[in-house]
């Protein structure tokens, strides 16, 4: 990874060319605060939607989401009514801006979910965050 890549400088450069700046992250547990039961994809959706909307809620636009892969949850209970499948233990919100784009620049907020605590930020998050078409995605200061 390259310096202007450089994860704990917060700074990354996307594949269209915008250099973003990390501004903030917050991270908490996916599952934190479940009391009972086992993840399933209809509960993972509600969770997914949550967050997102409670993102979007909390800064007035619709934050861009990193699509989480759900995996399998072993058990060996005889009767299950659905499979069992759970997101990565790490829901992640982040505020990034960039100078361009924008008069007064441009910024947006990602969710995604990871295994860890960053950083580092995992491997297949990192490579979507640089696959984001900022000026399709991002809002521009002049806007506010």
């Known amino acids: 990874m390259s310096k202007k890549n450089s994860q704990s400088s917060g700074r990354l450069r996307l594949a269209c060319g915008t250099e973003i700046s990390l501004v903030s992250l917050n991270q908490s547990s996916t599952y934190g605060g479940m009391l009972e039961g086992h993840p399933n994809g209809d509960m993972n959706a ?6 997102v909307k409670r993102v979007e809620k909390q800064s007035g636009w619709k934050p861009y989401l990193i699509t989480p892969t759900e995996r399998p ?10 499979p069992w499948v759970e997101l990565p233990g790490i829901a992640c919100e982040a505020y990034f801006f960039s100078r361009s784009f924008g008069e007064f620049g441009s910024s947006i907020n990602v969710c995604w979910y ?3 605590f960053a950083f ?25």
Not at 46 to 51: E, H, P, S
Not at 73 to 82: C, N, P
Not at 120 to 144: M, Y
């Open 73 to 82: 949850v072993s058990h060996d209970l005889k009767v299950v009514k659905r």
């Open 46 to 51: 509600g969770l997914i939607q949550r967050f």
């Open 120 to 144: 580092p930020i995992d491997a297949h998050v990192l490579e979507a965050l640089q696959n984001i078409a900022w000026t399709e995605h991002a809002r521009p200061h002049d806007d506010f």
């Open 114 to 116: 990871q295994d860890d």
